[in-house]
């Protein structure tokens, strides 16, 4: 394991303020001597996935509110919440990677985000965009949606960024990624349906896999802030020195959980 400079630092909200990440201002250069971050995300916690309960309220006709039921309700009187995905060997999806404040390095990839109104959930549930990129926004369902993405300000505060009725199935909006940060996603019309989106500058943020792995190449030499963030997890934080050549393995262990909104946490 390669030199971790600083203790994990802990975060007790359940979206946290991405610091200055939004505002360092970055420098497309050349990366001739880069360094590695590669490493796997683990839990100490035994925690089972959740199922989201649902209720439907009744629509102007029968026939609505069963079409809205079939399309919702996918386990039982819900849905699974597809947010605690852990390996039998406690290795966890789905974790934002994040180097923060780096000033330079590679360009950000030119690649558009998906994100489509399925089965009344939002996928992808974690994503990354990029600045200048678009977003494509798809509803799949008969029934209408409003998806609403908000920047995560911190405090409890979140200022939205778009607001985006989509009544029609297969309607798609197109819109530019103009904002950087963390955005939450939310439906206006089914409160369950939620998703995070992190749009950056650069290219040096990931998501871990089902196995909990996850490598950022490329990286300029030096010392960084390195995000861990999942949504029912309390966060980490870590300082992580990066050489050139070489593969840095921090050691990344979520030990508590937050309870998410749609859950009932704050």
């Known amino acids: 394991m390669k030199k971790i400079m600083l203790i994990t630092v802990m975060c007790f909200i359940l979206v946290p303020v991405f610091s200055n990440a ?73 974790v934002l990677v994040i180097l923060e404040d780096i000033k330079k390095g590679k360009a950000a990839p030119k690649k558009d985000l998906k994100l489509d109104n399925i089965m009344c959930r939002f996928e992808p549930l974690v994503g990354i965009s990029y600045l200048k990129s678009n ?48 955005i939450q996603v939310k439906c206006d019309a089914h409160p369950w349906m939620r998703a995070y989106i992190y749009s950056s500058r650069h290219p040096y943020v990931t998501i871990s896999d089902a196995e909990g792995n996850f490598e950022i190449k490329d990286i300029p030499p030096g010392t960084y802030k390195v995000r861990f963030w999942h949504e029912g997890f309390e966060e980490v934080v870590k300082e992580i020195e990066v050489k050139g050549g070489v593969v840095s393995d921090p050691e990344v262990v979520f030990t508590k959980t937050v309870e998410p909104a749609f859950m009932g946490g704050s």
Do not use: F
């Not at 996935?49 to 309220?57: A, C, M, Q």
């Not at 494509?136 to 998806?147: A, F, G, M, Y």
């Not at 505060?157 to 197109?174: E, F, G, M, S, W």
């Open 22 to 94: 939004a505002r360092v201002k970055y420098e497309v250069v050349d990366v001739t001597n880069g360094g590695s971050l590669k490493g796997k995300v683990t839990t100490t916690v035994e925690k089972k996935d959740p199922v989201i309960p649902i209720t439907i309220k009744p629509k102007e006709s029968p026939e609505e509110t069963a079409l809205e039921k079939k399309t919702c309700i996918v386990h039982g009187q819900g849905q699974q919440a597809e947010m605690y995905i852990i390996s039998p060997a406690k290795e966890v999806k789905n």
């Open 135 to 182: 977003y494509v926004i798809k509803n799949s369902d008969p029934l209408l949606h409003n998806t609403n993405m908000g920047k995560v300000l911190g405090g409890g505060k979140r200022r939205t960024v778009y607001n985006l009725a989509l009544p029609h199935k297969d309607q798609v909006i197109t819109k530019k990624n103009r904002v950087s940060g963390l």
